[in-house]
């Protein structure tokens, strides 16, 4: 942003005296360093701000690129939604976009931008990053001299759903390592250290799936899509192009080599030279028009030939969807153990409620010595005292009585099925 001249400052926006203000104007008028770091040519400059990016050829040559946004939508011919998906500041699921000139790659950490002829990759210090821009550079370059079935895109994709299917199998497998003893130690011993383990680990689980289940839908939408894979043949179209232009430059070299043969071969009047020239004009654009529709045709008949892409997907499809499987798998198996935890804790809550029946029973059953001992010690002098043997025939009763009314008790409970006994 270009300074405001000082006369502008002074004259259209008034400014209060203070220490505040004058620390934003110099002595002669002018904006200060401050006001220059912190005004809105800084905030401009904050949304366009170069990345690092690795670029790698088709030779297996790589070299690290400092690109900002707009740079990057000029040379793939990406719209700036498709550039968020690969921006690191924001979490977005993995996507898989096949474009004009590009096939915008955002899987875990790999993020890159793959066209006909390079792969622009965020450069990171993550392995999943530096293994992908390693693997590709050596593949790239020992199959530089070979003849490879593969395209150049798809093989960079293939790399790419590679990695990322070995990265998700492995913390799969890490996972399992990590749930299995933790929920047999739970079965044998209900603590809330274990649950508390149990819960962190599932919800690892839950998060892990969600991942593999996004780049396996990922992967069968595609696979669904014959268009979107038709798109992703940017060698394809890049060479139907070239074949295009080629031959578009061939037709109007000849058109205008045999127009100036004819305009020397024999003199004409300007109204028959005029007209000749609108008639060569005509007969060029049908020419390069049904050159187009050839092109075209063929562009669409190449498109339905999208079997090695299809194959390679489902490649790749399997190994997700049975990494996809284990988790399933093993979160049947947490379920199990939680609906075993459930039944045993249950379990245990019947039996204790078993106890607290029988002590409430017992309690009942000790309220006739209460009675008993109520009614000898009211105010009055009953005749069986005169008996010295009498006390302990009232022991003996009212014990007798205490215990019929509890095996009662215990009767009652087993023929209505309330435990067993």
């Not at 990057?72 to 096949?98: A, H, K, Q």
């Not at 031959?247 to 003199?267: D, W």
């Not at 045709?297 to 790749?316: C, D, F, K, Q, R």
């Not at 309690?363 to 009953?382: E, H, L």
Request: hydrophobic share 40%.
């Amino acid at each position: 942003m270009e300074e405001l001249p000082a006369s502008f400052l002074h004259k259209d926006i008034p400014l209060p005296v203070s220490s505040h203000n004058a620390a934003r104007l110099n002595t002669d008028g002018s904006v200060n360093s401050f006001s220059k770091g912190f005004g809105l040519s800084g905030l401009k400059k904050r949304g366009h701000g170069s990345r690092s990016w690795i670029r790698i050829d088709r030779n297996g040559n790589s070299k690290i690129l400092d690109l900002d946004k707009t740079t990057i939508m000029r040379r793939c011919s990406l719209p700036g939604r498709d550039l968020r998906l690969l921006d690191p500041l924001f979490i977005y699921p993995s996507t898989i976009l096949g474009r004009e000139k590009a096939i915008v790659v955002s899987l875990e950490q790999i993020r890159c931008i793959i066209t006909a002829d390079e792969v622009i990759l965020m450069n990171s210090l993550d392995g999943c990053v530096v293994q992908y821009e390693s693997e590709l550079c050596k593949r790239l370059q020992i199959s530089k001299d070979q003849i490879d079935d593969l395209p150049f895109e798809f093989r960079a994709l293939e790399l790419a759903l590679e990695l990322t299917c070995m990265s998700l199998d492995a913390q799969v497998r890490e996972l399992e390592m990590e749930v299995y003893p933790v929920l047999d130690e739970l079965v044998s011993s209900v603590s809330t250290l274990n649950l508390e383990r149990v819960r962190r680990l599932k919800g690892h689980l839950l998060a892990l799936t969600r991942r593999v289940q996004k780049v396996r839908d990922e992967i069968e939408q595609l696979m669904d899509d014959d268009g979107d894979m038709a798109e992703m043949y940017l060698t394809e179209k890049k060479e139907r192009m070239e074949a295009y232009s080629s031959s578009e430059q061939y037709f109007q070299n000849n058109v205008l080599v045999g127009a100036g043969m004819m305009s020397k071969s024999a003199p004409v009047s300007p109204v028959d030279s005029s007209s000749g020239a609108h008639r060569l004009e005509r007969a060029l654009s049908s020419i390069l028009s049904s050159s187009k529709h050839g092109s075209l045709l063929g562009s669409s008949n190449n498109g339905e030939s999208i079997v090695e892409l299809e194959m390679l997907l489902e490649a790749y499809f399997v190994v997700i969807d049975n990494t996809l499987n284990k988790l399933l798998s093993l979160k049947e198996y947490v379920d199990d153990t939680e609906d075993f935890i459930n039944i045993k804790l249950g379990n245990v809550q019947n039996q204790l409620i078993q106890f607290e029946l029988l002590l409430t029973a017992a309690t009942f059953v000790t309220t006739i010595f209460a009675v008993v001992t109520g009614i000898f010690g009211m105010n009055f002098k009953p005749t069986i005292f005169d008996y010295p043997s009498a006390f302990n025939w009232v022991l003996i009763l009212t014990g007798v009585a205490t215990g019929i009314i509890y095996f009662s008790f215990l009767l009652y409970f087993k023929h209505k099925r309330v435990f067993p006994l």
